[in-house]
């Protein structure tokens, strides 16, 4: 009853149930923040609009994005993952949403962010519905927390369209 | 009193019973798995992070906890998707998405954070897309290092036949 084997099991038990409910309870501080979060994406310029040899359809953008996501970082927060996405609709699909830019916040710090770039990832279509399409940005985040819960939520930019004939 | 009972000396009641214990303890590990597959939607409801495709979010021994439902999946959604023929889980994120009208069907193209081309390159064959059917759950918790025992179990089997076995030898020699 007190050889160091059951002391080193009942210690080592304790000590996993103790690092376990601390986890949890960091997890759970994260549900009560209130966060305020203010983003805006501007389209710069359309570089380019062509039909690809496979018939569908590209468009080349230069975005200026900036966003202010202090407010979510909590003492619970490894990192945030931001990205900004085209979305819209065509008559074969409910819904296309094609990521253009991301990138991922370290630390409260670089949370106030602007950034000028040209889209990330190719903006490229299902077919050649692209002609003169409205569409929404939306600029994603993801917390991704030191241990625990994921959270997510997203800002909705609306009123953006494509030039209706290509350049 | 002796730990080591000789065969002659073998009480049949207390071996049963520690048979009996060890049972329910076997039982109660897999009523639990069983049950966590069911919550959470999920063939396999934790996985372990493999590759550094994800960091800095996520590092090589981080475990996963996994949900799927009937959600449709949509683009930024970290999912964990096996490719036809191949038998180990990949966790990315999904960066485009296509919804079709008439079917209801998703194609999906995913991206490590920290690679730098898309997926496209590890889909099976031609294949451009992955659909719902090659999901298997999506990323909503998050523990760091716990997995990395697994991971060293993999790699070195020798250390999983080493726990095996003075697991194994403890309950034998226990007399509780």
Same mark, same amino acid.
Request: one cysteine or more; glycine letters at 8%.
């Given at each position: 009853m007190?050889?160091?084997?059951?002391?080193?099991n009942?210690?080592?038990?304790?000590?996993?149930?103790?690092?376990?409910?601390?986890c949890?309870? #960091?997890? $759970? &501080?994260d549900? /009560? @923040?209130?966060? !305020?979060?203010?983003a805006? %994406?501007?389209?710069?310029?359309?570089?380019?609009?062509?039909?690809?040899?496979?018939?569908?359809?590209?468009?080349?953008?230069?975005?200026?994005v900036? #966003?202010? $996501? &202090?407010?979510? /970082? @909590?003492?619970? !927060?490894?990192?945030?993952? %931001?990205f900004?996405?085209?979305?819209?609709e065509?008559?074969?699909?409910?819904?296309?949403?094609?990521?253009?830019?991301?990138?991922?916040?370290?630390?409260?710090?670089?949370?106030?962010f602007?950034?000028?770039? !040209?889209?990330?990832?190719?903006?490229?279509?299902?077919?050649?519905?692209?002609?003169?399409?409205?569409?929404?940005?939306?600029?994603?985040?993801?917390?991704?927390?030191?241990?625990?819960?994921?959270?997510?939520?997203?800002?909705?930019?609306?009123?953006?369209?494509?030039?209706?004939?290509?350049? | 009193?002796?730990?080591?009972?000789?065969?002659?000396?073998?009480?049949?009641?207390p071996?049963?019973?520690?048979?009996?214990?060890?049972?329910?303890?076997?039982?109660?590990?897999l009523?639990?798995?069983?049950?966590?597959?069911?919550?959470?939607?999920?063939?396999?409801?934790?996985?372990?992070?493999?590759?550094?495709?994800?960091e800095?979010?996520?590092?090589r021994?981080?475990?996963?906890?996994?949900?799927m439902?009937?959600?449709?999946?949509?683009?930024?959604?970290?999912?964990?998707?096996?490719v036809?023929?191949?038998?180990?889980?990949?966790?990315?994120?999904?960066?485009?998405?296509?919804?079709?009208?008439?079917?209801?069907?998703?194609?999906?193209?995913?991206?490590?954070?920290?690679?730098?081309v898309?997926?496209?390159?590890?889909?099976?064959?031609?294949?451009?897309?992955?659909?719902?059917?090659?999901?298997?759950?999506?990323?909503?918790?998050?523990?760091p290092?716990?997995?990395?025992?697994t991971i060293?179990?993999?790699?070195?089997?020798?250390?999983?036949?080493?726990l095996?076995?003075?697991?194994?030898?403890?309950?034998?020699?226990?007399?509780?």
């Open positions: 007190h050889s160091f084997g059951y002391r080193a009942a210690v080592l038990t304790f000590g996993v149930t103790m690092l376990a409910l601390m949890f309870l #960091a997890s $759970l &501080s549900t /009560f @923040t209130v966060p !305020t979060t203010s805006e %994406v501007k389209i710069l310029n359309i570089n380019w609009f062509q039909k690809q040899a496979n018939g569908n359809d590209e468009v080349s953008l230069t975005l200026n900036s #966003a202010d $996501l &202090s407010t979510l /970082f @909590t003492w619970n !927060t490894k990192q945030v993952f %931001v900004v996405a085209a979305e819209y065509t008559p074969q699909n409910a819904l296309n949403q094609v990521s253009l830019w991301d990138g991922i916040i370290p630390s409260k710090e670089h949370a106030k602007w950034i000028h770039t !040209t889209n990330k990832y190719r903006f490229v279509d299902q077919g050649s519905n692209l002609k003169g399409k409205d569409f929404n940005l939306t600029l994603h985040w993801h917390i991704m927390p030191k241990t625990g819960k994921m959270f997510a939520d997203k800002i909705v930019m609306t009123g953006y369209r494509l030039p209706e004939e290509y350049r | 009193m002796d730990r080591i009972k000789f065969l002659g000396d073998v009480k049949i009641r071996t049963l019973i520690q048979l009996l214990n060890l049972g329910m303890i076997i039982c109660s590990a009523m639990i798995w069983k049950g966590l597959m069911c919550i959470t939607g999920c063939e396999s409801p934790v996985v372990v992070v493999l590759t550094g495709s994800m800095p979010g996520f590092k021994g981080d475990i996963l906890f996994l949900h439902n009937k959600e449709p999946i949509r683009a930024g959604e970290i999912v964990v998707y096996n036809d023929g191949r038998d180990i889980p990949i966790v990315h994120r999904v960066i485009k998405a296509h919804e079709r009208r008439d079917t209801g069907e998703i194609d999906i193209l995913t991206k490590g954070d920290n690679n730098q898309d997926d496209i390159s590890l889909y099976s064959g031609g294949q451009l897309w992955l659909n719902s059917h090659h999901i298997i759950g999506r990323a909503i918790g998050y523990l290092y716990v997995g990395y025992l060293i179990m993999t790699e070195m089997p020798i250390v999983k036949y080493l095996i076995g003075v697991l194994a030898l403890l309950v034998i020699t226990s007399e509780e």
